[in-house]
């Protein structure tokens, strides 16, 4: 089982900066750590995911370039710093936790989910 808890959302203009956090507890060790974000009337999309190691990181070609995503796995907490955002990236925001994946972008793939935590971009 793995608990997550994610913080660090707000509301930002455009071309501003977030970073979220994702802390989790309970048997972390080995786990994959995806991002996605949901916003209003539309389906949860996948934004970034982070290996254990971190030596393996993917991102939505919306976010590439944009957004970076890493893990300090000695504070059991993955980060998604968030730059240069647009009012599209307004959404909630989830981490998501699975020791296994296929292509980690898919909601399917990952076993634990946070609560999530909003994100507003203002224009």
């Known amino acids: 089982q793995v608990q997550l808890v994610e913080s660090g959302g707000g509301l930002v203009q455009a071309g501003g900066s977030l970073r979220l956090s994702c802390a989790a507890s309970?048997?972390?060790?080995?786990?994959?750590v995806g991002w996605f974000r949901q916003a209003t009337g539309e389906e949860r999309e996948f934004v970034a995911a982070v290996s254990w190691s971190g030596s393996n990181t993917y991102f939505s070609d919306s976010v590439k370039g944009r957004f970076t995503i890493s893990r300090d796995n000695a504070r059991n907490t993955v980060y998604l710093q968030m730059n240069s955002l647009k009012p599209e990236d307004t959404a909630i925001y989830y981490c998501?936790?699975?020791?296994?994946?296929?292509?980690?972008?898919?909601?399917?793939?990952?076993?634990?989910w946070g609560q999530g935590t909003q994100v507003t971009v203002s224009s």
């Open positions: 998501a936790a699975s020791y296994t994946i296929a292509t980690a972008r898919h909601p399917v793939e990952y076993e634990y």
């Open positions: 309970g048997r972390t060790f080995s786990t994959y």
